[in-house]
């Protein structure tokens, strides 16, 4: 069965450093979504992303995130100079369609230390 | 008050039980009610999707939606082991443009026992 698969599964990084979280949506997918979950929170959405560029944002994904789909599969999240709150755990995620059901893979967990 | 109520329970049942679980929204806005499974250290999964007012059941799990009250539950019926989680619901506007800028709960741990 198809899955949308994240790398790394725990990413520990010192605050002001940058880090790279990595997506691979499942293949016949045009849209794809970050979400985020801090520990005992619920889940925020931060970006939705479609045909290359970003098509809905939250007021969490400032200037300090940017999203990519560097080649024909990958889907990257990149945080510029974390910060001890942005520790949390990660979800990407894909659909078909924008209505359709969203699938989402295992995240990743940030660690800011 | 919170856009979107959920107690975190833990809830604890034996199995074969029939578990309720509950949200509370205050936008009435919304329109999309969605209930996901989270099991430990995977990312939610879809169980059920309904849209406006009513029921949808599929299997052992039925969904309703009270829009007048603004409330939302899933029933698990003969509930087993297996059902263990975490259960989140997540629901948006018709307009929101992209429903999948989900506003959740904050998810009920569920334990059945065997």
């Known amino acids: 069965e198809p899955e949308v698969t994240q790398t790394p599964s725990h990413q520990v990084t010192q605050m002001g450093q940058e880090v790279i979280l990595r997506c691979v949506p499942i293949?016949?997918?045009?849209?794809f979504y970050w979400y985020r979950q801090i520990l005992g929170q619920k889940v925020e959405f931060l970006v939705s992303?479609?045909?290359?560029?970003?098509?809905?944002k939250s007021e969490i994904f400032d200037d300090q995130f940017s999203v990519e789909r560097p080649d024909g599969s990958n889907f990257t999240l990149k945080i510029r100079s974390t910060k001890l709150e942005d520790s949390a755990m990660y979800f990407c995620?894909?659909?078909?369609?924008?209505?359709?059901?969203?699938?989402f893979g295992q995240g990743t967990r940030l660690t800011v230390v | 008050q919170k856009e979107v109520e959920q107690d975190p329970g833990p809830l604890s049942v034996p199995e074969g039980a029939i578990v309720s679980l509950n949200c509370t929204y205050s936008?009435?806005?919304?329109?999309?009610f969605m209930w996901y499974r989270q099991y430990s250290r995977k990312g939610p999964e879809l169980l059920m999707y309904?849209?406006s007012s009513g029921n949808k059941e599929d299997g052992r799990f039925t969904a309703q939606v009270d829009k007048s009250s603004k409330y939302i539950s899933l029933f698990i019926r003969d509930s087993q082991p297996s059902d263990s989680a975490t259960y989140l619901c997540?629901?948006?506007?018709?307009?929101?443009?992209?429903?999948?800028?989900?506003?959740w709960g904050l998810g009920t741990s569920l334990a059945v026992n065997p």
């Open positions: 936008n009435s806005a919304f329109q999309y």
């Open positions: 992303f479609y045909n290359n560029e970003i098509s809905e």
């Open positions: 997540a629901m948006t506007t018709l307009t929101a443009g992209n429903n999948r800028k989900l506003i």
């Open positions: 293949s016949n997918h045009l849209y």
């Open positions: 995620a894909s659909s078909e369609g924008s209505y359709t059901e969203a699938f």
């Open positions: 309904t849209y």
